[in-house]
């Protein structure tokens, strides 16, 4: 479990030995073309959050005379260590990683430090080796959030809990977090777990297999904690053929269209919304200024089991209910109100 502690001069001190063992390989010179390596390797190529990281963060890159180099594959974390080493050979002068798995990419990582050019882990922090820098949401206060709105809808019942991937550390933090929340209602009893699932990636067709298996076992469940929005999806699904959407309390993270859509037509609780483009854009700026020399403050320090603390740049989420939409994900523009409300004005037509 990772520890985040205050920017104290002690890990001021672990930051400046840790930025100049990786100083850049060449600093660009002003109005160079700063190169960046943008490695992602996702369970599936259809999940809309990184869809969404990716073309905002280019953008964000290319209005600050960066050139972005994406490779982006489903192809897990053999497939990523091959597209780190290629971006290796295409004189990158950072490198950007979202982490298929947090512990397994620290040989590939350190040799792209050992040639000089400045990491930094994009929402997944990476293990057992020094980064330049991390940068994410506060994946704990995800998993509060969770807790939080299952807690005040459910107050006492049945809950299932879907934790994301085990390669994951932010399922970890989330798990963490929900446990805060609802920690003391299990041990008095007025919450009990019918199961808690551990994914081995972050796949929605596992959870809905595990899901079904437990409906099989089960109906009597009031309550279920979902790791993102796909996989409440699935879970939706599942209840539905029970005639238990609506009835049944689902949050998740991400605030996909779809989960959105679900929770404005009652079927889903709550989503963790988490402002992308704040999070795409800070890492972009990050990228370029550690490149030219220079580091941002960070807002904490954390530890990765690799002996130096890594500078840690943090956004923090929000939750999305019913009653919210409109003043959250539909006024930041992260979705439309007519992609949002589609379904319910459909069935409102169809009632006239």
């Not at 091959?82 to 990158?92: A, G, H, P, V």
């Not at 809950?159 to 933090?173: P, T």
Request: glycine residues 6%; negative net charge; aromatic residues 8%.
């Amino acid at each position: 479990m990772k520890k985040v502690s205050k920017c104290y001069a002690i890990a001021f001190c672990a930051l400046l030995v840790c930025v100049s063992c990786s100083a850049p390989k060449k600093k660009p010179m002003a109005g160079d073309t700063v190169r960046i390596g943008f490695s992602i390797a996702s369970d599936t190529f259809i999940i809309e959050r990184w869809n969404k990281d990716v073309k905002i963060f280019s953008g964000a890159a290319h209005e600050l005379g960066a050139e972005v180099l994406v490779q982006l594959s489903a192809g897990g974390t053999r497939e990523q260590m091959s597209q780190i080493n290629f971006l290796l050979t295409r004189d990158i002068d950072v490198l950007v990683v979202i982490a298929h798995d947090y512990e397994l990419l620290s040989g590939v990582i350190k040799k792209v430090r050992d040639a000089k050019i400045p990491v930094i882990a994009y929402d997944r922090l990476i293990y057992g080796v020094p980064v330049d820098a991390y940068i994410s949401f506060n994946n704990r206060e995800v998993g509060r959030l969770f807790g939080k709105a299952l807690k005040q809808e459910v107050p006492r019942g049945r809950y299932v809990i879907i934790n994301g991937s085990v390669r994951d550390n932010n399922s970890f933090e989330v798990n963490a977090g929900l446990k805060e929340i609802i920690g003391s209602s299990i041990q008095s009893g007025e919450i009990s777990i019918v199961e808690e699932v551990w994914l081995q990636d972050w796949s929605s067709d596992e959870a809905r297999e595990k899901m079904a298996a437990i409906l099989e076992r089960t109906t009597d469940i009031q309550a279920v904690s979902c790791a993102n929005d796909q996989i409440a999806s699935a879970v939706i699904q599942l209840l539905a053929e029970y005639r238990l959407a609506g009835k049944v309390a689902v949050v998740g993270q991400d605030a996909d269209i779809g989960a959105c859509q679900k929770i404005v037509e009652g079927t889903q609780l709550m989503t963790v919304y988490k402002p992308i483009v704040r999070l795409a854009s800070r890492a972009a700026e990050l990228a370029v200024t550690l490149v030219r020399g220079t580091l941002p403050s960070p807002d904490a320090y954390i530890d990765n089991n690799s002996g130096t603390p890594v500078p840690y740049y943090m956004e923090e989420p929000r939750s999305v209910f019913q009653s919210n939409m409109d003043s959250s994900v539909i006024r930041d523009g992260f979705h439309s109100a007519e992609d949002v409300y589609r379904n319910v004005r459909v069935l409102s037509d169809q009632d006239e």
